[in-house]
Nanobody
Framework: QVQLVESGGGLVQPGGSLRLSCAASGIMFRIYAMGWYRQAPGKQRELVAV???????GYADSVKGRFTISRDNAKNTVYLQMNSLKPEDTAVYYCHVENNNYWGQGTQVTVSS
C-alpha cells in the first residue's frame, strides 16, 4: 500500500521560510519522479516543483528562485524548501508520485502577517 505523508506546513510571516517533507512508503521511491503541488481556495491544483529520478528539477515560474525541491532516496523522502514566502503562496501543498495516482493528504501553508 502506497503512503505519502507530508509534514512541515504552518503559519509564517511574509518573507519567511518553511521546509516541507514527504515521506513515501510502499513504492520503489528512487525510480519515480516526485512532485509538489498546491491548491489555494477556489483555485485549481497546480504544479509547484518536480524532481526526476535522476535529480533533474523543474519549477513553476511563480516559485523559481525561491523554492527548492530535493530528495533523499535513502530516506524515501522528498523536500520542498520555501524561502521568501508571499501571501499568494498560501495553499494546501500536496506530494505526488508523478505518472501515478498517488497523493499525500496535504499540509497547509499560510503566509500572513
Amino acid at each position: 500500500q502506497v503512503q505519502l505523508v507530508e509534514s512541515g506546513g504552518g503559519l509564517v510571516q511574509p518573507g519567511g521560510s518553511l521546509r516541507l517533507s514527504c515521506a513515501a512508503s510502499g513504492i520503489m521511491f528512487r525510480i519515480y519522479a516526485m512532485g509538489w503541488y498546491r491548491q489555494a481556495p477556489g483555485k485549481q491544483r497546480e504544479l509547484v516543483a518536480v524532481i526526476g529520478s535522476n535529480g533533474n528539477t523543474g519549477y513553476a515560474d511563480s516559485v523559481k528562485g525561491r523554492f527548492t525541491i530535493s530528495r533523499d532516496n535513502a530516506k524515501n523522502t522528498v523536500y520542498l524548501q520555501m524561502n521568501s514566502l508571499k501571501p499568494e503562496d498560501t495553499a494546501v501543498y500536496y506530494c505526488h508520485v508523478e505518472n501515478n495516482n498517488y497523493w499525500g493528504q496535504g499540509t497547509q501553508v499560510t503566509v500572513s502577517s
